[in-house]
């Protein structure tokens, strides 16, 4: 969710796009297990805390099957591309993106 988070932010900087909500919606091939599914809303809860217009919406289709070939997802590659929490900019409802001050002054 981190990595959805931050290109999301970076898209909607590019765009210049001040949206007062934006949803990260997920389609899932089966229900998360409770755990798993605590710890996305504890990331997101923490996330939000950055920028508030993000909200995490993870969702089972009815027919899972439809909509997801067997072996879905099965040998792919892992992506190098890593984000952390600390990637995550700052946004104000009042401001718009808080910058940050430039240290080597």
Known sequence: ???????????????????????????LPF????????????LMARLQGQDPRFRLALEVPACPDELFPVRFATGLAQREERYAESD???WSADGGWEEEEDSTE
């Not at 932010?9 to 997920?26: D, E, K, N, Y």
């Not at 998360?32 to 710890?39: E, K, R, S, T």
């Open 1 to 27: 969710a981190t990595s959805q988070f931050v290109k999301s932010q970076a898209w909607l900087r590019a765009m210049r796009c001040a949206t007062s909500q934006f949803v990260i919606f997920c389609w």
């Open 31 to 42: 229900r998360l297990p409770a755990a798993a599914a605590a710890d996305a809303r504890a």
């Open 88 to 90: 995550v900019d700052r």
